[in-house]
């Protein structure tokens, strides 16, 4: 019975339940607002908006991660040294731009749909995983970097047999952090034509549906939590790895 007192289950549990039995909720929905004519959303099916969400917010974080990494390595050896300040400058914009005015910026070129929705999330994931990729390389001890050399691995294999793998926490951290972000912000998405879980929160703002607004963010906060749970059981799942 440990899986009953496991928290990632229990919210998987939770998110499922709430995904596939949200219909079933109508006569709760329908008695705690009874001047709504349409209580629970139907136009989309919520199994389909969070499918659709998910993959939004997945390659979103696919590819700042594999930005975000790539920069912080690079920053971090001595022929992209100079270019730390501008790297932390553009991530620093990017997490500080609002990802509506991204969209509205993108929109006119690229249309409605999923694709400004994509580069408005990646932009607002890639600066915790550049800080932490950088923060997490230069946190390796040079006895272990000097050990390294004297068993001559060159500066490729150090990189991905020493310095990654201790840096792997946190990187990870920063990983989970864009991810945790990415799920609330991909919300806004909606906005712009790309079906996701914030497809019932804005139509029940724009038409005072507070239940649509409710079945919405509920789903989206359990997605949230489930994620972070998912992220705290890797993080122990590679600490248990580094140490054999």
């Known amino acids: 019975m440990a899986f009953l007192t496991d928290r990632l289950t229990l919210a998987v549990a939770v998110l499922v339940a ?8 109508k006569p709760l929905f329908a008695a705690a607002f009874p001047a709504l004519d349409r209580p629970l959303y139907e136009a989309d099916s919520f199994l389909a908006l969070t499918l659709d969400h998910l993959a939004l917010v997945g390659l979103s974080s696919l590819m700042a991660v594999v ?3 790539a920069a ?11 270019f730390r300040g501008i790297l932390e400058a553009v991530a620093t914009m990017g997490q500080t731009f609002p990802p509506v005015a991204v ?9 409605f749909g ?11 994931a890639l600066l915790p995983i550049v800080e ?21 691995m ?9 310095e990654l793998p201790l840096a792997a926490p946190v990187i990870l951290a920063g990983v989970r952090t864009a991810v945790v972000i990415n799920v ?14 914030g497809l019932p929160i804005i139509v029940g703002l724009n038409g005072s549906n507070q239940a649509y607004v409710i079945q919405g963010a509920v789903i989206v906060a359990a997605l949230a939590v489930v994620l972070d749970f998912g992220f705290d059981r890797l993080a122990a799942l590679s600490v248990r790895w580094r140490r054999g």
Not at 18 to 25: D, E, Q
Not at 103 to 111: C, D, H, T, Y
Not at 132 to 149: I, K
């Open 114 to 124: 999923p694709k400004p929705a994509l580069i408005a999330l990646t932009l607002y």
């Open 72 to 82: 912080g390595v690079f920053v971090t050896r001595p022929s992209g040294a100079e």
């Open 132 to 152: 932490n990729t950088v923060a997490g390389l230069e946190g390796v001890p040079e006895a272990v970097l000097e050990s390294a050399r004297g068993l001559g």
């Open 184 to 197: 609330g912000t991909a919300a806004i998405a909606s906005t712009v034509g790309a079906k996701t879980l």
């Open 103 to 111: 969209l509205a910026v993108a929109v006119p070129v690229m249309g």
């Open 18 to 25: 709430l995904v596939l039995g949200m219909p079933l909720l």
């Open 154 to 162: 060159g500066p490729v294999e150090r990189l991905f047999r020493v």
């Open 67 to 69: 930005a975000g990494c």
